[in-house]
């Protein structure tokens, strides 16, 4: 049987929110606990990776607190500030010991045990064939990094890329540089989600008052 585990990336300023994504409210849950909750009821391990120690308020460890003591998974933070997901990724990798890690993004709160699934069973191809990393693409090119899976042998040349362009060079390492020095399966978008769904991410006040908005009339004609 293949060992997976997921990291969960919880950082970020959240500008366009105006601050604090994991934990906005979505249908009496922390949009954060969305994702957690699919991983649990999968028996996933995961670890969810907080912005960097420096950043941190009393409120933001009360409620980081409460993540650890209601899922009991390991809890991390970003070992550089400020640096976007790919030092996300990078902080959740050094502490998941299983040959294979699914990045989550705790801004998709449509993701769901089947789309996990779906991205799941391509992971026996990528072994024998020998691919480092499965990530699903849309019809016009773009390409979802962040909900995809890396092989942890791929921490090497992460970690290569943060030391020599972030620390050395002092720039920024898009999350595409990375992948280009990996061997990526594509996939579809359709065959993880044909409805999309799973993609879709909470960046706004107004993307979560739609999101609300939208369970409110599913569960509307649900019920009538
Ligand atoms: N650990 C970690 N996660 C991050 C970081 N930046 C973004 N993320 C996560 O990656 C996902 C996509 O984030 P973005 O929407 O690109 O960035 P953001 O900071 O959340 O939002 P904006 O500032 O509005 O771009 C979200 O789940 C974020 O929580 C980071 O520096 N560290």
Request: charged share 25%; net charge positive; proline share 5%.
């Amino acid at each position: 049987m293949v060992m997976i585990s997921a990291i969960i990336l919880s950082g970020g300023n959240a500008r366009r929110m105006g601050g604090e994504k994991p934990f906005r409210k979505l249908n009496n849950n922390y949009l954060i606990e969305n994702v957690a909750n699919v991983l649990i009821e999968m028996n996933i391990p995961f670890t969810i990776v907080f912005k960097h120690l420096n950043n941190l308020y009393y409120e933001d460890i009360k409620k980081q607190h409460y993540m650890f003591k209601k899922y009991h998974q390991t809890i991390t933070w970003d070992i550089i500030n400020d640096k976007g997901p790919i030092v996300g990724i990078l902080s959740g990798m050094r502490i998941l010991d299983t040959e294979w890690i699914i990045t989550l993004p705790c801004d998709m709160p449509l993701i769901n045990k089947s789309s996990i699934n779906n991205l799941l069973n391509y992971i026996p191809i990528a072994d024998s064939e020998k691919y480092d990393c499965i990530i699903p693409k849309h019809k016009n090119g773009y390409i979802e990094p962040l909900f995809s899976i890396y092989k942890k042998s791929s921490i090497k040349i992460l970690t290569e890329l943060v030391k020599k362009i972030i620390i050395e060079e002092n720039k920024s390492l898009p999350i595409r540089r990375f992948i280009d020095e990996l061997n990526p399966l594509y996939i579809p978008v359709d065959e993880i989600d044909p409805t999309k769904k799973t993609f879709v991410n909470v960046n706004t006040q107004d993307d979560l008052k739609t999101i609300k908005y939208k369970n409110k009339e599913k569960n509307y004609l649900n019920k009538k």
